[in-house]
Structure formats: C-alpha cells, structure tokens
C-alpha cells in the first residue's frame, strides 16, 4: 500500500521536482503492458525510496525505473519511466535497456535499419 502512494505521489508532478504531493495532480500512469497481470512489460520499481529521497532531502527524481525480471530474477528489460507529457524515445542501442532511451516530448521519428 505505502509503496502504491508513493508511486502515485511520484506520478502527481514530484519527477518534475515542482510539485508536492498535497499541491500535484495526477498527471500519467506507468505503461506496464499487464505486467501485473503477468504481462511481458516492465513494472515500476523504487517508488518508495525516490519518495523518501525527495521527502527528507530535498531531491526529487527525474525518472523512475521499471524492470522485468526473469523466474532467477535477473533484469531482462527496462525502461525510465518520464513524468507527464514526456515519453521514453528509444535513442539506439540495445532496446531492452534502459540506457537506449530518453525522456523526450515524442516519440520522434522512426530509426531506419
């Protein structure tokens, strides 16, 4: 439960380090294709220690992570989670690590082959 309100809280303008939690609205959900359910998409992951981070010093996130892990547990997908209206732009390199995307207003266009 505390760890769904601070990805709320995190979700309500905090990533953008302008808003508290009692002045933001919501402005996004985290894209997880069903991974709750058991989908193939990464689930968000430090929600509750970014919260803490940004509450007792000061440092709001820019991004979250979300992973997908494998039965052993190892990561086998992730991605950053941007705050609202920006979205993760693959910008090359292995598309299932994070560290090929960034946080831009869209999409762009299409990488050709």
Known sequence: MVAGLAACALSM???SGTAAPA????AEAAPTGASATGGPGPEPTGQF???VRWVEH??????????????EGNVTRSRPLCPYPLVARYIGGDPDSAASFRCARDYGPPKRA
Request: proline share 8%.
């Open 49 to 51: 220690e970014a919260l």
């Open 13 to 15: 303008g905090v990533l």
């Open 23 to 26: 002045e933001a609205a919501p």
């Open 58 to 71: 000061g440092r709001a996130p820019r991004t979250l992570d979300a992973v997908r892990r494998d039965a």
